[in-house]
């Protein structure tokens, strides 16, 4: 009997199922005990096995995404949203914009909520097995211009092409050079159709030639993200000058 333990062992050692190893024992107890068929045994193992799995994928998903852990739909007030905006939640929180590469574009004032209302999407799109990536404008431009420098722009957009959904926070919040609005537009027409965008701003449409210092590639830009997009605009007061004035 220790020669068949060491040898099923070895075997899901080299088959890497590292939870059928560790839980086969317990489970055959509990087969003789309960009379299972085979097949129902087999089951239980494989089972074990996806769950596992599954649950490890998504802790690895998450780490990579860089979601601020705290943004989630568990502390966010849903009461506060537009009944608009509202309407798109289940919608939005069940992925199935994904399938299709649409764009959510979330508009309005500072503290209205735009980034954590994107980043509690993001994590029940990463509960359901997807990859998410979250990263300021700005911190995307700097990336952008480096790989850019370095001549690996293609590289680094096939490793952005990688994930379901990019969280682009705050874009226009810091006024960008020529060169940055060009390797941002360069990143915008990559992703076009081909990935879904998840944007946050606090500039208009009206407003974006701010952004990329020029009315055509402002207009470029902006038929790219709206073609295919669910736009939600926040237009309430700040959370955070609300809570400013209740502990006053």
Known sequence: M?????????????????????????????A??????????????????????RQNRIARNLRASKLPPSKTFANFDKKRL????????????????????????AFGNPGSGKTHLLCAIGHELIDQGKRVLFISCSQLVQD????KRELITSKLL?????YDAIIVDDIGYVQ?????????????????????????????????????KDPMTAAAAIDRLVHH???LELNITSYRMEHAKKQS
């Open 2 to 30: 220790t020669d068949i333990h060491e040898q099923i062992t070895d075997l899901l050692k080299q088959l890497h199922m590292p939870t059928v190893r560790n839980c086969y024992e317990q489970i055959t107890d509990q």
């Open 32 to 53: 003789r005990k309960e009379s299972l068929s085979y097949e129902q045994y087999l089951l239980e193992l494989l089972i074990l096995e996806c769950d596992m799995r």
């Open 82 to 105: 537009p009944k608009k905006v509202a309407t798109h939640l289940n919608v939005l929180s069940n992925g199935s914009f994904l399938k299709h590469s649409e764009n959510v574009l």
């Open 144 to 147: 952008l211009l480096i790989a």
């Open 158 to 162: 096939k490793k952005l092409s990688r």
């Open 176 to 212: 960008q050079s020529r060169q940055e609005m060009e390797v941002l537009f360069t990143f915008l027409a990559d992703r076009y159709e081909r990935g879904s965008l998840m944007i946050t701003s606090n500039l208009p449409f009206s407003k974006w030639e701010q952004i990329f």
């Open 229 to 231: 997009s669910v736009i």
